[in-house]
């Protein structure tokens, strides 16, 4: 018996009311996916970190156990995977076990089969070929999606370099990406000799480099998903990148804001058309569900250059799934799952689309990510909670009650604060301690960080308390990508 179409938003919105599989987000926090289980029944977040302290009614965080030291996500999540209690949560609660993870690899993808389960995302190879900075240009330029200007080569030397640059005429004030990374870690700006001697040993022997002309820019993110009925694309959001007060790397991602007018309305419809077309490209690739694209915007001219692909949902997820056309609608996130659940829809994509465009679908939230930024490693003592935090006339950030919902923010006196780190953790330089959300923006029209927004970050920072290491044992940088 053929299953049934689902036609409507109406009608994809009761078949996640009512779902009966158990879905699982796995991951270090549930802050990628905050409050998508209040949209789909018998969704639950396994995670490592507790941020909520026991609290959240659908978070489970097993005990610690024994394990190899973290070099990634990945690991955490196959981990996590593995833990005795986590299987037993898996198996106790029975049906068909889906699984969604912000990253994961084969090891990951063995693990879900072991468990019975699916994993709802392409195959983690097709994910890591999307992922590769080189193939973003490349896809890129096969959507008709064009890059900064930019050459694609190896780079030995220094000498090489300048004889690369000068052959494809983008002049000697560059930005460098590596393939694969972080961009606060693996994008370098390369004005002189001294630039390049200061990454050599991240560049040379790394393989093929992006090698893009350097242009005066503003960062902006746009997530989107294709689906077997079309690209289903969200609103153009601001980016807060390398802010001193927030994150110690240069060009360093720490948040974002949406707001209805945060770019031109031409640039708006421009990079909307762009990820629609990158997406439909994305599609012929193989490649479906959840994407983000970053976009370089050039401040004098207006001109919309890709930035980078990735392949899955990111740290701007939240602010993508919480906006008022998602409340209005349905998150983005929740036409990922239907792709995946195999349940025939049709969709007007266009229609949706145009909806999502109008700026009244659209209110105004910010985030900002906070990590330590002090050359220092530490053992934190105390920690502030997760919860709603207010600012007082004075400025001084108070803690005012414990809530897991964002939308409890009620004024621009307000703020929701998803704590990181907590007692007994160590602070180095770098790491997350937690993210910042208010309502309104973070950011001037000249986009610099607000007053405001600099006395938000100073009374979260200074809630946290930490005592010295006990020794002179310094600690290796592991600052990898957690959300």
């Not at 049934?4 to 009608?11: A, F, G, R």
């Not at 030995?156 to 004889?163: H, I, M, T, V």
Request: proline content about 5%.
């Amino acid at each position: 018996m053929p299953k049934k179409k689902l036609n409507n938003i109406s009608e994809i919105r009761r078949h996640f009311h009512t779902n009966s599989d158990p879905i699982y987000f796995v991951s270090a926090t549930n802050f990628n996916l905050l409050g998508l289980d209040e949209w789909v029944k018998n969704f639950k977040y396994i995670c490592y970190m507790d941020c909520f302290d026991g609290r959240h009614p659908n978070v489970f965080v097993p005990s610690e156990a024994p394990h190899d030291e973290f070099q990634s996500i990945e690991d955490i999540n196959n981990y996590l995977l593995q833990h005795k209690e986590v299987v037993d949560l898996i198996k106790r609660r029975g049906g068909k076990p889906k699984f969604v993870f912000l990253m994961f690899d084969e090891k990951t993808e063995e693990l879900v089969k072991e468990l019975g389960g699916e994993l709802w995302f392409p195959k983690a190879k097709l994910r890591t070929k999307m992922d590769n900075k080189i193939e973003t240009v490349r896809v890129g330029d096969k959507a008709g999606v064009p890059s900064v200007p930019n050459v694609l080569a190896e780079v030995p030397s220094y000498e090489a370099l300048r004889e690369i640059t000068e052959k494809a005429g983008i002049g000697h004030d560059l930005v460098l990406q590596s393939a694969f990374g972080d961009s606060g870690h693996t994008t370098f700006f390369i004005k002189s000799e001294a630039d390049f001697r200061r990454h050599e040993h991240e560049i040379v022997g790394e393989g093929e480099i992006k090698i893009m002309k350097r242009i005066d820019c503003r960062g902006s993110a746009i997530e989107a998903c294709a689906t077997a009925e079309g690209t289903i694309v969200g609103p153009l959001m601001t980016e807060l990148v390398g802010f001193s007060d927030l994150t110690p790397y240069r060009g360093g991602w720490c948040g974002n804001e949406i707001f209805s007018t945060a770019f031109p309305p031409k640039t708006r419809k421009m990079a909307r058309d762009l990820t629609f077309k990158f997406g439909e490209q994305l599609r012929k690739e193989g490649y479906r569900g959840y994407f983000e694209l970053d976009f370089l915007i050039e401040k004098k001219s207006g001109d919309i250059w890709l930035g980078e692909l990735n392949p899955r949902i990111t740290g701007a997820s939240s602010m993508t799934n919480h906006a008022a056309f998602a409340h209005a609608d349905a998150p983005l996130f929740l036409f990922h799952l239907l792709e995946f659940s195999g349940k025939p829809f049709s969709l007007d994509v266009e229609e949706l689309n145009a909806r999502w465009a109008d700026p009244d679908m659209i209110d105004s939230w910010s985030q900002m990510v906070i990590k330590h930024t002090d050359d220092s490693v530490d053992v934190i003592t105390q920690a502030p909670q997760s919860g709603i935090y207010r600012m007082l006339p004075n400025g001084r950030v108070v803690f005012d009650r414990f809530d897991y919902h964002r939308r409890a923010v009620e004024s621009e006196d307000e703020a929701f604060f998803l704590r990181i780190l907590r007692p007994g953790d160590f602070r180095y330089e770098g790491a997350d301690l937690g993210i910042l959300v208010t309502r309104g923006r973070s950011m001037t029209k000249n986009f610099e960080l607000t007053d405001r927004s600099k006395k938000w970050i100073h009374g979260i920072k200074t809630a946290f308390s930490a005592r010295p290491l006990p020794s002179a044992a310094a600690l290796e940088d592991h600052a990898f990508k957690i959300m």
